[in-house]
């Protein structure tokens, strides 16, 4: 079974900061990783998906990529905005039927 | 733009009551997923459907069951609630054959007293 975990649990950052957010997961065999943004007491809100065949990518401030080799993610955010303050989880998808997430990096932006 | 919705954000409801939580998407996805989320130990899958009146078990099923009569709607039902139930429940689907996207609902935190 996947296992994903996300370190650390929480980040505190001065704004204007570039940071990483890192995922990482035991079983290579991915068919993608997908990143979210959940605000507190709401849903979970897409951000970028990474597919198997893909290194990275963009969105904005916003780049992900992915090494399957070395079962890792990183989700890096430039210039970090207070607005950025949320809580940042992955999920790594196998057959596309089961999707296993981790539990998340709570990124605070201090203006 | 896409859309899944949840038919309350918010729920209080007696120990030994029925509930009824809906979930509905407008793009035409034939796969649908319950999870929970609780503090520490992140999202956990209750139930998912690939298609009308199918569903299989994901890693917590106990204390739940679920229904899709039609493509766009699968709902989760607690037969009778417990205390162990309160939580925030959230509702996802994507279609299969693409890349497979998840899309989430707002989510609906029920409180079980």
């Known amino acids: 079974k996947q296992e994903v975990t996300q370190i650390p649990a929480a980040l505190s950052v001065p704004e204007g900061e570039n940071l990483v957010l890192n995922c990482s997961f035991t079983?290579?065999?991915?068919?993608?990783l997908q990143w979210f943004r959940q605000d507190p007491g709401k849903g979970l809100t897409s951000l970028l998906l990474?597919?198997?065949?893909?290194r990275e990518q963009t969105s904005g401030r916003l780049n992900a990529s992915l090494d399957k080799s070395s079962g890792r993610s990183t989700l890096y955010i430039a210039a970090s905005q207070p607005g950025d303050s949320a809580t940042y989880l992955c999920?790594?998808?196998?057959?596309?039927?089961?999707?296993?997430f981790g539990t998340g990096t709570s990124l605070t932006v201090i203006p | 733009d896409v859309k899944v919705t949840q038919s309350s954000r918010y729920l209080v409801k007696r120990t030994g009551e029925k509930v009824f939580l809906e979930c509905v998407q407008d793009?035409?996805?034939?796969?649908m997923f319950w999870y929970r989320q609780d503090p520490g130990l992140g999202l956990r899958l209750i139930y998912f459907?690939?298609?009308?009146?199918?569903?299989e078990k994901g890693d917590i099923p106990e204390g739940y069951s679920v229904s899709r009569e039609k493509k766009e709607r699968f709902s989760l039902i607690l037969e009778s609630a417990s205390t162990n139930q309160t939580s925030m429940y959230l509702c996802?689907?994507?279609?299969?054959?693409?890349?497979?996207?998840?899309?989430f609902g707002p989510g609906t935190r029920l409180t079980v007293t």
């Open positions: 999920a790594a998808s196998n057959t596309g039927n089961q999707f296993y």
């Open positions: 079983d290579s065999a991915i068919y993608n």
């Open positions: 990474i597919q198997s065949s893909q």
């Open positions: 793009m035409d996805h034939e796969n």
């Open positions: 459907s690939y298609d009308v009146k199918m569903k």
């Open positions: 996802a689907s994507y279609s299969p054959g693409g890349i497979y996207e998840q899309y």
